[in-house]
């Protein structure tokens, strides 16, 4: 018997004989929804209130089940902003209960009650932070506007990539490194407007789940973090209209009942506009003939057929175009880009302890380039698409025990840089093939309740990704037909993680995981920008290996008002992608022929207090850690990485003075980007080189900045169904010019014949203010 045959085993075992002598049990099992729409909650707290190890949480689809001894008993239900619900039940049969929960009524004094209020210190996994909408919209607005992605990259242990670019590193990966999924489908670019908006409509999301790391076996595919989002299912009890008019952005989105209490369907769009706006003031300027827009929509559509089937259609389609044209030059440049994803799911309910969720899952992303001069025309054009199902199993045998195990296959479909030029009657393409490639993976793991102050949650992930035809080896000259394997590479990845109650106010807890990454991020950028391109392992590129070990102390305080954290991590990675020192783009070639690979490591503390009751609410999260490659193409020695960043923090505020004022502010500071500097000029040959000195061992300024907001909910004279407000958000605040990247310049002394170099620090962002007006209808 082979080993990962053995692990399997002894896995199946350990779950089978836990429970396999237990008492006789009843079940109870339902769905937690939302009192007023209808939402399912995920995450909701379903309880014994005389012995809380005895229950359960409710997943993705607000399905919980919990089986107990027959006896009496009283139970609670809560979750974030909801009035807990208590009853007493006689459980003497198996028995259905749906909860139907009501939002929290905010007094003088503003609650935010939390799923379970201690879930900060009971909770399993460390290293994860569950945002709804609500709570996202707690903290001041950008732009108008919440936003997903940038309140993520205030949290300790997550840094934003910079100004000017979409990505964000968490505990020293890249930005590749992220699984980011919107309703199951990846999304392989999460930014607009390089970076100033994310792709995640607030209005149509309902609830956000960020992993740093120390991911559940059902995750797989990346080393670093998952960002896991799900999007709103619709009101099926009455209809809403929610919307904003602002001076950089609109939204507005649709929702209600297509058959009451069965049915509902939601639509959400956003588009800007501030380009349109300025384009009188530029008209004499060199930004004539510039525009930048993006828009996005979501859809999403359910249907409850029984007690025990729902099916959900849900998609995303959003693009940025830029367009930039030069009449006098004869010049123009035009740079759309954009993802699209579509699910499909099934919810059946076998039993009431086997829950079964089946996807069908297509997401695309794209970018392409196309500029003129003259006679001279170029074009490239880049993507990735996948086709994939999957199907993952929730088993609750024993309120000691939540099972899931499951299956998912994918189908990659891998578009290089191909280009084109065209110099009048000379054309010349690079005529690069695409890549195709099998993803196929099966997991199971369970979280164990061994005592009531101790619980593991133990999994093992098995991957099976191979490169597949139609492709010709460029080693061997050998052709392999349409999926025909290529390149196979299979990986086994446990998972591990523990709490171990101290009291009834703190816990320590403890993970471990190794994980694959298949397919990488491809730049000589510092951070995802539209014109990255992904490639999959092959039998030229290797697979990315990650370790990673944590550890954490978690304490509330006044009665949960205050929660608290200490992590630590320390993560290992092997196989990293890069470029040699010399490295020049060269587009007749694949990009992956200049390859090196190093290795690299992370490690740091994260400090986290947040205060989550009164008039003011608000987090402090500090990050102090340090990120290094190394490489032997590079000197064989570590070095900083471009995001490797000694010193992040973070102070979110929000104070609410009463029903109608509420001012907030966001304050970050971080050390400054390595980057390689300039060390001479010399001329060689007629022309003048630059020197560089070691790899990344010069840092621009430190990163600081204030965004500051005031909201103003008017009360509604004429009718309760209506309710609007307005916000004035101030980005930078105290107009700080923050490096967005080192320019150089070479300067000749005509008298002395000497040349030098002159470092010019280039910031993009000035203070930059927002006044958006906010509405809600509903019948």
């Known amino acids: 018997m082979t080993h990962s045959k053995k692990l399997l085993l002894i896995f199946g075992l350990v779950i089978v004989a836990s429970t396999a002598f237990a008492q006789k049990t009843f079940t109870l099992s339902g769905y937690i929804k939302d009192e007023m729409t209808g939402e399912s909650l995920i995450g909701a ?45 006689t459980l003497d049969e198996d028995k259905v209960l749906n909860i139907n929960l009501e939002e929290g009524v905010q007094l003088e004094e503003v609650v935010v009650k939390s799923e379970k209020e201690d879930k900060n210190v009971h909770g399993t996994q460390m290293g994860t932070v569950k945002l709804t909408t609500e709570r996202i919209k707690s903290i001041p607005a950008f732009m108008g506007e919440v936003d997903v992605l940038k309140t993520i990259q205030l949290l300790p242990g997550v840094m934003s990539a910079g100004e000017g670019s979409a990505g964000f590193y968490v505990r020293g990966g890249g930005p590749d490194q992220n699984l980011v999924l919107l309703d199951e489908a990846v999304v392989y670019n999460s930014g607009h407007m390089l970076g100033f908006f994310s792709v995640f409509n607030a209005d149509a999301i309902k609830n956000t789940t960020l992993i740093k790391g120390n991911m559940p076996a059902k995750y797989g595919g990346r080393l670093s973090s998952v960002v896991d989002i799900q999007m709103k299912d619709g009101n099926n009890k009455d209809y809403e209209v929610t919307g904003g ?77 830029l367009r930039y044209t030069n009449v006098a030059r004869d010049f123009g440049v035009k740079l759309p880009y954009g993802n699209a994803t579509a699910t499909l799911r099934w919810n059946h309910l076998f039993t009431d302890k086997l829950f079964v969720n089946t996807s069908l899952i297509y997401n695309d992303y794209d970018f392409s380039v196309t500029g003129s001069q003259d006679k001279f025309v170029f074009n490239v054009y880049s993507g990735v698409r996948d086709w994939g199902g999957k199907v993952d199993f929730d088993w609750f045998p024993h309120y000691r025990h939540h099972v899931q195990f499951g299956t998912k296959y994918t189908w990659h479909r891998f578009l290089p840089n191909v280009a084109g030029v065209t110099d009048g009657e000379d054309t010349f393409t690079n005529d690069l093939k695409p890549k195709y490639a099998h993803d196929a993976s099966v997991y199971v793991s369970d979280q164990i309740k061994v005592t009531g102050d101790w619980t593991i949650d133990v999994g093992l992930r098995g991957n099976y990704y191979a490169q597949a035809g139609p492709y010709t080896s460029p080693h061997t000259g050998k052709t392999y037909k349409n999926g025909e ?33 298949y397919m990488h991020l491809v730049s000589t950028s510092n951070g995802s920008l539209p014109a990255d391109v992904w490639v999959t392992s092959s039998e030229t590129v290797t697979p990315q290996r990650g370790g990673q070990l944590s550890l954490g102390y978690f304490r509330n305080f006044k009665e949960n008002t205050f929660e608290a954290s200490l992590e630590t991590y320390y993560k290992y990675m092997w196989n990293q992608i890069d470029y040699p020192e010399d490295y020049t783009d060269n587009p007749a070639q694949e990009v992956e022929t200049d390859f090196i690979y190093g290795e690299g490591r992370s490690y740091g503390a994260e400090f986290f207090v ?59 500071y971080g050390t400054g980007r390595a980057y390689t500097p300039v060390k001479s000029l010399f001329f060689n040959d007629n022309k003048f080189f630059l020197e560089y000195g070691l790899r990344n061992s010069a840092r621009i300024d430190p990163y600081h900045r204030l965004d500051l907001s005031v909201t103003f909910k008017p009360k509604s004279k ?27 310049d070479t300067e000749t002394d005509i008298n002395s014949g000497t040349s030098s170099v002159k470092a010019y620090k280039v910031s993009i962002f000035p203070i930059i203010p927002a006044i958006t007006w906010n509405f809600k209808w509903k019948s």
Request: aromatic residues 20%.
């Open 245 to 321: 008019i602002g001076t950089v952005s609109s939204r507005l989105t649709v929702e209600g009942p297509i058959q009451k209490g069965v049915s509902s369907f939601i639509f959400s769009g956003r588009r800007t506009y501030l380009f349109d706006l300025i384009q009188p003031f530029v008209k004499k300027t060199d930004f004539a003939g510039t525009n930048y827009y993006f828009y996005d929509f979501n859809a999403k559509l359910n249907y409850q057929f029984s007690d025990k089937d729902h099916l959900y259609a849900s998609g995303y389609f959003g693009r940025d175009v």
């Open 610 to 668: 947040r205060k989550n009751k009164g008039k003011w609410t608000g987090w402090i999260g500090y990050t102090l850690s340090k990120t290094e490659r190394i490489f032997d193409d590079v000197k064989g020695v570590f070095f900083p990485t471009t995001y490797d960043r000694r010193h992040d923090l973070s102070v979110v505020s929000t104070y609410s003075f009463n029903e109608k004022w509420e001012i907030g502010g966001v304050f970050i």
């Open 485 to 517: 394997v290529v390149k196979p590479f299979t990986h086994l990845e446990p998972r591990l993680s523990t709490k171990i109650g101290l009291n009834d106010a703190s816990s320590i807890k403890f993970g471990a995981v190794y994980n694959m990454q």
């Open 718 to 744: 004429s009718t309760k169904r209506f309710k609007s407000s307005w916000n004035l958000s101030v980005y930078n605040t105290y107009n700080r010019f923050n490096p967005f990247f080192i320019s150089y």
């Open 45 to 89: 707290s379903f309880y014994n209130a005389d012995n809380p190890v005895q229950g359960t949480s409710t997943n993705a689809y607000g399905f919980y089940s919990l089986s107990l001894p027959p006896g009496k008993y009283s139970f609670v239900c809560s979750y974030l902003g909801y009035q807990n619900q208590e009853m007493t039940l």
